[in-house]
């Protein structure tokens, strides 16, 4: 598995209408932390490419869905499940936080 990209049109497609768990990265090219975060997310996508979805959604490109989801500062990575999101976390954490993070909300 691997990290996707979505947007404003795929946006309830690709996460809403998930039957599993999705995981968004809101996310913008100029952030650097946004940037640190990328390599942590395709690990995980990797190790959990079975329980959950991972989804990239640029916050430059695509307004409407961050301003939706009340998206103020990046990277803010939210997890989504039966179309409604669950848990929140904002900034750039390890990988081993952004695990338990997941493990504890799906």
């Known amino acids: 598995m691997s990290v ?3 947007s404003d049109g795929s ?3 690709d996460v809403l209408a998930s039957s599993k768990p999705v995981l968004v990265d809101f996310w913008a090219p100029w952030c650097g ?7 942590v997310l395709e690990d995980l996508a990797n190790e959990l490419g079975d329980k959950l ?3 990239k959604l640029n916050v430059d ?6 301003t939706t989801q009340q998206v103020r500062s990046i990277p803010t990575l939210m997890i ?3 179309g409604a999101p669950i848990a929140t976390t904002v900034g750039a ?3 081993s936080k952004l695990l338990d993070w997941i493990n504890e909300n799906i």
């Open 93 to 95: 954490h390890p990988k």
């Open 80 to 82: 989504f499940q039966n």
């Open 11 to 13: 946006f309830q497609l």
């Open 4 to 6: 996707k990209n979505t």
């Open 33 to 39: 932390p946004c940037k640190m975060l990328t390599p």
């Open 61 to 66: 490109e695509n307004p409407e869905t961050a």
């Open 53 to 55: 979805s991972i989804f």
